[in-house]
Nanobody, 125 residues
Framework: QVQLQESGPGLVRPSQTLSLTCTVS??????????WNWIRQPPGKGLEWMGA???????FYGPSIKSRTSIYRDTSKNRFTLQLSSVTPEDTAVYYC?????????????????RGQGTQVTVSS
């Protein structure tokens, strides 16, 4: 059974770059038919898909956040990383990594078959 675990800072200052890592166990992130996603949920709001990296290394970004987002992976450590630049308080959210077998489109957890517990990130000075 695949397990995902997010890690990163809980507090980030405005204008800084947020970096979060998802470490995967029980399955290889290089598996051809999976997408490894980043999703966030701001307080009181719904899910926002941020982007994904596939088993083959292709990368997709959500259109509203594409200009500030970077996703990359370290296959030797079976983990992938999200970087979000120029953060503002509006980027405060619970951030999740999750696995899917297609590009997410429902904005619900139905798109995913496994996900991490999530990590709270607060942007504040």
């Amino acid at each position: 059974q695949v397990q995902l675990q997010e890690s990163g800072p809980g507090l980030v200052r405005p204008s800084q770059t947020l970096s979060l890592t998802c470490t995967v166990s029980g399955g290889a992130i290089t598996a051809d038919y999976y997408y490894w996603n980043w999703i966030r949920q701001p307080p009181g709001k719904g899910l926002e898909w941020m982007g994904a990296i596939t088993g083959s290394g292709s990368i997709f970004y959500g259109p509203s956040i594409k200009s500030r987002t970077s996703i990359y992976r370290d296959t030797s450590k079976n983990r992938f990383t999200l970087q979000l630049s120029s953060v503002t308080p509006e980027d405060t959210a619970v951030y999740y990594c999750a696995r899917s077998d297609h590009l997410p489109y429902t904005s619900t957890w139905d798109d995913y078959d496994s996900r991490g517990q999530g990590t709270q990130v607060t942007v504040s000075s």
